[in-house]
């Protein structure tokens, strides 16, 4: 509440102000997490403890989605990159662009998808949890009945 209302001190903060400056608050949603919080707590067992995650998703005809996780040095975010990368290689057929780079301690992930290939994404998965237990909204779907 404080923070919505201009009382915070985080405009003070040099690393919260440096992490806000690479988000693009124009977008459709944005974030900025501070590596403490619990939901994190997973994926802290698992090794991987950021000190932050920060980015956008703008959703128009297409979703395109910038995303951030700060570590504790640019070795790690270099091991993250490569590892983030191997692991969603499957994932790219399915978009238009996927690029995992490291910027400095930032693991950046870069994802846009095309209106055609969300419709199809989204076509998929609509069939892979209908086969799961009876669909989502019975009949329809994503443009194109049958005529």
């Given at each position: 509440?404080?923070a919505?209302?201009?009382?915070?001190?985080?405009?003070?903060?040099?690393?919260?102000?440096?992490?806000?400056g690479?988000?693009n608050?124009?977008?459709?949603?944005?974030?900025?997490?501070?590596?403490?919080?619990?939901?994190?707590?997973?994926?802290?067992?698992?090794?991987?403890?950021?000190?932050?995650?920060?980015?956008?998703?703008?959703?128009?005809?297409?979703?395109?989605?910038?995303?951030?996780?700060?570590?504790?040095?640019?070795?790690?975010?270099?091991?993250?990159?490569?590892?983030?990368?191997?692991?969603?290689?499957?994932?790219?057929?399915?978009?238009?662009?996927?690029?995992?780079?490291?910027?400095?301690?930032?693991?950046?992930?870069s994802?846009?998808?095309?209106?055609?290939?969300?419709?199809?994404?989204?076509?998929?998965?609509?069939?892979?949890?209908?086969?799961?237990?009876?669909?989502?909204?019975?009949?329809?779907?994503?443009?194109?009945?049958?005529?």
């Amino acid at each position: 509440m404080k923070a919505a209302q201009g009382g915070s001190t985080l405009k003070s903060s040099p690393a919260f102000v440096e992490m806000y400056g690479k988000i693009n608050t124009s977008a459709s949603l944005w974030m900025l997490i501070n590596g403490n919080s619990k939901v994190f707590d997973k994926a802290a067992a698992m090794g991987v403890k950021p000190k932050a995650v920060f980015g956008s998703v703008n959703v128009t005809d297409g979703l395109a989605l910038d995303a951030r996780m700060r570590v504790d040095s640019a070795d790690q975010a270099t091991q993250l990159a490569n590892t983030f990368r191997g692991q969603l290689q499957g994932f790219v057929s399915m978009v238009d662009k996927m690029e995992v780079t490291n910027d400095g301690s930032d693991v950046k992930i870069s994802i846009s998808i095309s209106q055609v290939k969300l419709e199809q994404l989204i076509k998929n998965m609509m069939q892979m949890f209908g086969g799961m237990g009876g669909g989502m909204g019975g009949g329809g779907g994503m443009g194109g009945g049958t005529p």
